[in-house]
């Protein structure tokens, strides 16, 4: 059940389809446009009620100047790279371990053991909310990056799993076979054999899990308090003032907070296409 291609000789249907997916990503990108020309405008002009016009006078420098000069966003940053960071790290080291496990070793009880590991997954994360802050206000971590560390790698330890299990599953069992003959340790296969052939996977395994950490905002308000300690998601709902806001100035916040997953992608996109697409063709 997949749509028929157009006919290449049918310019009315290609161009109605052309219109249509211009149109639609116009309005997917207009949002993000509208951010982009707020972070241009003066703070006089939004006053004036200038939200869609085209600015009255540009204010671009002073904008992004005063995110790093007026506001504590170098802290905000430097607290979400403290927590990414580890977090992304952990999460893929003991992904590919479980996934080697899984995919390469059956034993009883693994079946419902790997459910486990990605049933979390399908479950709301807000019915979590309150187990979640008392179990860290118990363990003393809360308000703590030890908090959220800890949070985020239990959480993304199940996609992860499945993730890379389905790679090291595709691999041949005749790699695992030489290298058991020759008396390679299940630790020497991981790491001579495994983790080399899999580096795509971790490459676009990483993008995925840099992104939903970084931009998290559900859990850095839950288990955070203090500036100390946000990250920048929660650190810019702190840049809003009590009576007016300065929305010149969170727009370009938003902006320069975007610019790391998204910096991180197009360093990295050839490994995270050649990671999604490994194993779909075998030949």
Not at 129 to 147: E, H, K, Q
Not at 269 to 281: E, I, N, Y
């Amino acid at each position: 059940m997949y749509p028929r291609p157009i006919a290449e000789n049918n310019r009315s249907a290609r161009m109605l389809y052309m219109t249509a997916v211009w149109f639609v990503l116009f309005l997917w990108l207009l949002p993000m446009l509208a951010i982009i020309v707020t972070s241009f405008r003066t703070f006089d002009d939004i006053m004036a009620g200038n939200y869609w016009g085209w600015p009255s006078e540009f204010n671009i420098i002073d904008n992004y100047t005063a995110v790093f000069t007026q506001t504590d966003m170098l802290t905000y940053f430097r607290n979400s790279l403290i927590i990414t960071v580890p977090s992304v790290v952990a999460v893929l080291i003991l992904s590919t371990m479980t996934g080697f496990v899984f995919s390469r070793y059956p034993f009883r009880g693994a079946t419902l053991l790997f459910a486990i590991f990605i049933g979390g997954n399908f479950m709301p994360h807000q019915i979590f909310m309150i187990p979640v802050r008392d179990l860290m206000v118990a363990l003393g971590l809360y308000d703590t990056f030890g908090a959220l560390i800890i949070f985020h790698v239990a959480f993304q330890l199940g996609f992860a799993t499945l993730f890379m299990r389905n790679f090291i599953a595709a691999l041949p069992g005749e790699l695992f076979q030489a290298a058991r003959a020759e008396g390679a340790s299940p630790l020497q296969i991981l790491v001579i054999i495994v983790v080399p052939l899999v580096r795509p996977a971790l490459a676009a395994l990483s993008i995925l899990l840099f992104t939903f950490i970084w931009n998290d905002y559900f859990w850095a308000i839950v288990l955070t308090q203090t500036d100390a300690v946000k990250p920048v998601t929660a650190g810019l709902a702190n840049l809003r003032g009590e009576w007016v806001s300065s929305w010149n100035i969170i727009s370009a916040a938003t902006l320069i907070v975007a610019v790391p997953p998204v910096l991180m992608f197009f360093l990295m996109q050839k490994h995270f296409v050649s990671g999604l697409t490994m194993g779909a063709v075998k030949g």
